[in-house]
């Protein structure tokens, strides 16, 4: 008898003979390891700097006395937990804990790792309250995001596929610029660069730490590794079959790794810096403030959004379908779970991460035992400091070559969402009022500046903005009998316009 296999909320039967290069194109089984094990290290590769960059923005943070208010053991610390814990979450994700009528996770190849979202509220609590106050607020905002889970089947009403399709197409055109930033020599050495030049601008002396740095963006090295692991990327995609083409992120990841180290850009000095093993075990006691705690709260509901999103983009890309309630309720409260547990953890808000989402719509590889390889890696990153060492050794070169592709595959999607909802009239008039008055309102940060409070923190955060938006003109906006009957079909936007 065939295996039965769960794919979302539907059990479908594996055939007898599926090879092992096969089964890495369906949820159920478990494909050998010299084949899982690379296609999971590539989703690890991918996610490794941006799951540590919201801890590193936070360790830089300067008190009044003109040293960082976290030590370098906390920091080290919150590093590996944050490693720890989106390993665990991701697990939670793939493999679903089902409680009565809700499951937390999605049951589908969603990576998870630390939230960019939270990154500015945190800095405030961390200056204004100290460490422990933003564990605490991380740990009680969850309720917020986990009150979202719960009622999504109730509130789904407000989140249809033109509403998910644009935080999509958000999402990912938020991401590109990071991608060119990352190319082009990473968010350190842009800042430096920018001090540089105002430095000089002033007649001042540039310390020769800061020029070096800002010499780094934008370097014909940088450039040239991350082109190549882009043209391996495109390569391996277009020309490539099975096995390599599902791996080709992976491969160009490597090509370009050991072209930085050719170069001299990779520096392994730092391997053992923290010992061999070392248990991720919290040492702050959170606290508990009520203004941190509400706008982390407030946050956690843009987190959600961005899981939504992605969710759908792993559905869409992979099963040409929208997720189900059960799918993005459990992913949203996976999200919310795991990061309290972050939180708990002394670490940061965890959040579906857009870029694996992109790996999965660009390989098609949706194998949950591929994404467990994965988060095995980073769990066992979080008790043996040098796996993460090696990973975060890597030039940002080499990364921001990987991902151009994988963020405007984001993009791409949410674009294939709506146009699988159809290009009604109505669809399109949502579009530009969202795209009109939610994203171009939030990419002018002068003209939000002079919001009053609660429309400087909504536009201020592209993606709630622009589902705010898209929710409100599609509540404006109801569908005729005419657009609801011609949903999903082809449509010709100039003839709908014209």
């Known amino acids: ?209 800061v020029a070096a740095l800002a010499a780094q963006y934008g370097s014909w090295q940088n450039l040239l590794v991350g082109i190549v ?62 203004g941190p705690i509400v706008t982390i709260g407030l946050l956690y509901i843009i987190s959600g959004l961005e899981t939504m999103g992605n969710v759908n983009g792993i559905t869409v890309a992979a099963f040409d379908r929208e997720a189900t309630n059960k799918e993005t309720s459990g992913a949203i409260l996976a999200d919310a779970v795991g990061s309290m547990v972050a939180g708990a953890f002394n670490c940061l808000p965890n959040t579906a991460f857009g870029q694996n989402a992109g790996i999965v719509a660009m390989t098609k590889v949706v194998n949950k035992w591929v994404v467990a390889m994965g988060a095995f890696v980073l769990i066992a990153a979080g008790f043996f400091p040098p796996i993460g060492a090696v990973f975060s050794a890597m030039p940002a070169c080499v990364l921001g070559g990987a991902v151009i592709s994988v963020f405007g595959m984001i993009l791409v999607n949410g674009i294939k969402l709506i146009v699988l909802n159809g290009l009604t009239e109505r669809n399109i008039l949502i579009l530009c009022i969202t795209f009109g008055a939610g994203f171009a309102m939030s990419q002018t940060p002068a003209l939000v500046a002079l919001f009053p409070e609660p429309l400087h923190f909504i536009f201020s955060e592209t993606t709630l903005a622009v589902c705010l938006v898209a929710v409100i003109a599609n509540l404006l906006f109801k569908e005729r009998g005419k657009e609801k009957d011609g949903a999903g079909k082809d449509a010709d936007p100039i003839e709908i316009l014209g």
Request: hydrophobic residues 55%.
């Open 1 to 209: 008898m065939p295996e039965s296999k769960d794919v979302g909320t539907v059990a479908v039967a594996t055939p007898e003979g599926v090879g092992a290069t096969d089964m890495i194109y369906q949820l159920g089984g478990k494909p050998p390891f010299r084949i899982a094990f690379p296609l999971g290290l590539q989703h690890v590769l991918t996610m490794f700097v941006g799951n540590l960059a919201p801890v590193l923005v936070l360790a830089g943070i300067v008190g009044a006395a003109g040293s960082t208010i976290m030590t370098p053991q906390e920091t080290i610390l919150m590093v590996q937990c944050a490693m720890l814990v989106s390993g665990l979450t991701t697990l939670l994700q793939l493999y679903p804990i089902k409680i009565g009528k809700f499951q937390i996770g999605g049951g589908l190849p969603i990576v998870m790792g630390t939230s960019f979202v939270f990154v500015s509220a945190l800095v405030a609590t961390l200056t204004e309250y100290g460490l422990a106050a933003v564990f605490g607020a991380i740990i009680v905002g969850g309720v917020m995001e986990i009150i979202l889970g719960l009622f999504y089947r109730v509130l789904q009403r407000l989140f249809p596929p033109i509403v998910i399709g644009t935080v999509l197409m958000t999402i990912g055109l938020s991401l590109l610029p990071v991608g060119i930033q990352y190319l082009a020599g990473g968010a350190a050495a842009q800042g430096a660069l920018a001090s540089s030049q105002a430095l000089a601008a002033d007649g001042l002396q540039v310390p020769p730490e």
């Open 229 to 290: 692991v882009f043209l391996v990327i495109v390569a391996l995609q277009r020309w490539g079959r099975g096995f390599v083409k599902a791996m080709a992120i992976l491969g160009g990841i490597i090509v370009g790794y050991l072209l930085a180290i050719a170069f001299g850009m990779v520096d392994f000095s730092n391997l053992l810096a923290n010992g061999f093993v070392s248990l991720p075990l919290p040492a702050t006691v959170p606290a508990f403030h009520l």
